[in-house]
């Protein structure tokens, strides 16, 4: 994988939880992804990726995380039944301002990246491409941790 594909990605998710949030992120030591093995994830953000490059990138979190995220944009009298939808729809649209972010700090590749897809559930699944490694970069928020999870061939 070369990372002058995926640095962007992980920058633009730094800087996108910084601007739109104001949380400051740290991150720990990367790893490959066993994918077959059970994740602690609830929330996964999901971009393909297809061009000079392709692949999968995810932003995963858990429902705290989203829960707080929501707060922190002004949507705090959302009722209780109505929360995991609407983080969902968070995570989305911060999954797709990720992605324009990312793909606009490379000029000369291209790339095209699907409408974003939020997938929730305890150990909920992701089809990774086959025969390519799964990096994973975690890192660690004021308010719980999430990670940016990559796969290009």
Not at 111 to 137: E, Q
């Amino acid at each position: 994988m070369d990372v002058k594909v995926i640095n962007p990605f992980l920058n633009a998710t730094l800087n996108t939880f910084k601007q739109m949030f104001q949380i400051e992120s740290n991150n720990k030591e990367p790893f490959v992804v066993d994918i077959k093995s059970g994740h602690q994830w609830e929330i996964s953000g999901i971009l393909g990726i297809t061009g000079d490059y392709s692949g999968v990138v995810s932003v995963r979190l858990h429902k705290i995380l989203a829960f707080k995220l929501l707060e922190l944009s002004g949507l705090t009298d959302i009722p209780e039944n109505e929360k995991l939808d609407m983080s969902q729809e968070l995570v989305s649209e911060f999954t797709n301002i990720v992605s324009g972010n990312a793909v606009s700090s490379m000029p000369g590749i291209n790339l095209t990246v699907s409408p974003p897809v939020t997938i929730t559930g305890k150990d909920h699944v992701i089809s990774w491409p086959k025969n390519y490694p799964v990096v994973g970069i975690p890192f660690s928020t004021p308010y719980g941790p999430y990670e940016v999870d990559v796969c290009f061939k």
